[in-house]
T-cell receptor
Framework: GEDVEQSLFLSVREGDSSVINCTYT??????LYWYKQEPGAGLQLLTY?????DMKQDQRLTVLLNKKDKHLSLRIADTQTGDSAIYFC?????????????FGKGTSLLVTP | DGGITQSPKYLFRKEGQNVTLSCEQN?????MYWYRQDPGQGLRLIYY???????QKGDIAEGYSVSREKKESFPLTVTSAQKNPTAFYLC????????????FGPGTRLTVT
């Protein structure tokens, strides 16, 4: 499929907010997802947003969706060193591939003390 | 404990040998997926199955084969026809129907020399 775009790296200080951005490709995507991957591990589903929503908040995580620009962001408040990981944005473009996800290349988040 | 297990975590093979990666889930999920991850890359879909005894090719199915004889199991065989088999392989599952959350196993790192 076409590329879901994410910036590759982000470095923040502990306690600051992190904002990870993503541009997706398919305006028909019904859901958009954020996954977290720690070194050598599988992907952990962090949160997802339905395409008719503008915002979703879940504890320290806030997802913003701009459907017109096909832009998705993940804000992590009060970022901790344990948040250091790779964050993947994903879309599910259509049901023709069994709702398989189309992923970006991931953003490596480094949280420094 | 409910979840997705993949074994082994690390697998080493000589070039020219077929190798089978295991994926088992006890979540009673109908749909299962295999993705491949290369360094600095997003995940790419190899095969998916929405129901027992049925599976479909994903974007990069060449050199791979799967079976889905049981609901809980979706093994992936990497054949000698796969040109660059060294990668991190991730299995995922989804409840089925129109439910969208997809959950991942811990992954298997395959090294072929």
């Amino acid at each position: 499929g076409e590329d879901v775009e994410q910036s590759l790296f982000l470095s923040v200080r502990e306690g600051d907010s992190s904002v990870i951005n993503c541009t997706y490709t398919d305006s028909s995507s019904t859901y958009l997802y954020w996954y977290k991957q720690e070194p050598g591990a599988g992907l952990q589903l962090l949160t997802y947003i339905f395409s008719n929503m503008d915002m979703k908040q879940d504890q320290r995580l806030t997802v913003l969706l701009n459907k017109k620009d096909k832009h998705l962001s993940l804000r992590i408040a009060d970022t901790q060193t344990g948040d250091s990981a790779i964050y993947f944005c994903a879309e599910d473009p259509n049901s023709n591939s069994g709702y398989a996800l189309n992923f970006g290349k991931g953003t490596s988040l480094l949280v420094t003390p | 404990d409910g979840g997705i297990t993949q074994s082994p975590k690390y697998l080493f093979r000589k070039e020219g040998q077929n190798v089978t990666l295991s994926c088992e889930q006890n979540l009673n999920h109908d749909a299962m997926y295999w993705y491949r991850q290369d360094p600095g890359q997003g995940l790419r879909l190899i095969y998916y199955s929405q129901i027992v005894n049925d599976f479909q090719k994903g974007d990069i199915a060449e050199g791979y084969s799967v079976s889905r004889e049981k609901k809980e199991s979706f093994p992936l065989t990497v054949t000698s026809a796969q040109k660059n088999p060294t990668a991190f392989y991730l299995c995922a599952s989804r409840v089925g129907g129109t439910a969208r959350e997809q959950y991942f196993g811990p992954g298997t790192r395959l090294t072929v020399t």
